[in-house]
């Protein structure tokens, strides 16, 4: 403990807390109002390593979504039509929980629809996507409503794009405000009076007999039940944890004049991504031109990455439009080989939910929740 704390501030805040999160994403901050709109009583903490929530809560892009068709055939071929039934059903479920519980305006959730580019060449994508419209729109038909997926051709044009042969759309596709879905999440849990201490990395936990005492720079906190919501940086806590980190590098440009792209769109199987925002493309991704350096935990760019970035959006989405680039920035994701997020008791009275596989957004709300939950049997 620094020797620099008053007696007041040891009292007050690092006292015994009922229930810590480790980390203030999306998945950390709906575990804690979770908590505490359950049992109100309860003193909850959470801790954060960064000023602003680390990883991807705040990085990513945005996207209110619950597949593209090709990556729904690639998980379909992974985990089979039920299973993908149900992953669907969360994903649009978590999407509800979270427009009820802030509402949309706090979000600037927009539903402008979602897209799919097949570039020219891309014969058998097309062939194999198209084919399945069908039989997508009617696993999704019950959940979302009716005929998501269609052809829409004829917007390539209106969109500006070149070399673009094929566009699916998802009409129920949606795009919201990372950042003020993240102000509204901390507001939210804050007013409810849940402690947020942010630049207070937990470097070790310690378990004692009667909870977990979490060792930071800042001083010690202790608590009766504990759980880790940091994602891909979970392994610096537990390594034992079955999970990879996939870095997602993004770029935005400057406002555009006169705009034309509208909407959320998938290139690439889902590993290239862009959308509109204040009249600006926010494009990301390029994971899979080297997954081996993808796969870590240090924020960053690579010039590879970039440039397939900007290539795609000079020869492809702003081909006749003059742009600029304003900035760059990436976001720490976690991804395993089982889609379903990881939420179990890893040790007495120690929580866990981690591998959101990059749908954070669809999913956060309700895999906070869920280990919220499991905390709550143990009461």
Not at 135 to 140: E, G, I, S, Y
Not at 208 to 236: H, M, P, Q, W, Y
Request: aromatic share 10%; hydrophobic share 40%; net charge negative.
């Amino acid at each position: 403990m620094p020797t620099e704390l008053s007696y007041w501030e040891k009292e007050s805040f690092f006292c015994n807390y009922d229930a810590i999160v480790i980390g203030s994403g999306i998945v950390g901050l709906n575990a804690a109002i979770h908590l505490k709109k359950t049992a109100p009583s309860l003193k909850i903490a959470i801790l954060e390593r960064g000023f602003l929530p680390t990883g991807a809560s705040t990085k990513n892009a945005g996207f209110a979504c619950f597949g593209s068709i090709s990556e729904l055939i690639e998980q379909e071929e992974m985990i089979g039509v039920d299973q993908l039934s149900a992953l669907i059903e969360k994903r649009w479920k978590g999407l509800l929980k979270l427009r009820n519980l802030l509402g949309d305006n706090a979000i600037d959730y927009q539903c402008l629809g979602g897209y799919e580019l097949f570039k020219n060449g891309d014969n058998f994508l097309v062939e194999t996507g198209v084919s399945k419209i069908e039989h997508f729109n009617r696993l999704v038909n019950d959940v979302v409503g009716s005929n998501a997926f269609g052809l829409s051709n004829k917007k390539i044009s209106s969109f500006g794009f070149e070399g673009v042969s094929t566009l699916i759309e998802n009409r129920y596709e949606a795009q919201i405000d990372s950042g003020k879905m993240m102000f509204a999440l901390i507001r939210y849990a804050q007013q409810l009076g849940i402690s947020i201490f942010n630049n207070c990395r937990v470097d070790q936990i310690e378990e004692e007999s009667k909870g977990s005492c979490l060792i930071t720079k800042n001083g010690n906190f202790c608590c009766k039940r504990l759980i880790v919501t940091t994602n891909a940086f979970i392994k610096d806590l537990f390594p034992g944890i079955e999970i990879n980190p996939g870095r997602g590098q993004v770029l935005i440009t400057k406002p555009i004049k006169d705009l034309k792209v509208a909407g959320t769109f998938h290139y690439d199987k889902g590993f290239y991504y862009f959308r509109n925002i204040n009249g600006r493309i926010l494009l990301g991704g390029g994971r899979n031109i080297d997954f081996e350096a993808e796969e870590t935990t240090t924020f960053g760019q690579t010039e590879r990455i970039q440039l397939a970035l900007e290539d795609l959006l000079k020869n492809v989405i702003l081909p006749k439009t003059d742009f600029e680039i304003d900035y760059r920035w990436s976001g720490i994701m976690a991804f395993g080989k089982i889609l379903e997020p990881f939420i179990a008791e890893i040790r007495p009275n120690v929580f866990c939910a981690t591998r959101c596989n990059g749908m954070g957004i669809a999913i956060g709300s309700q895999t906070g929740e869920d280990v919220a939950n499991l905390l709550l049997a143990n009461l």
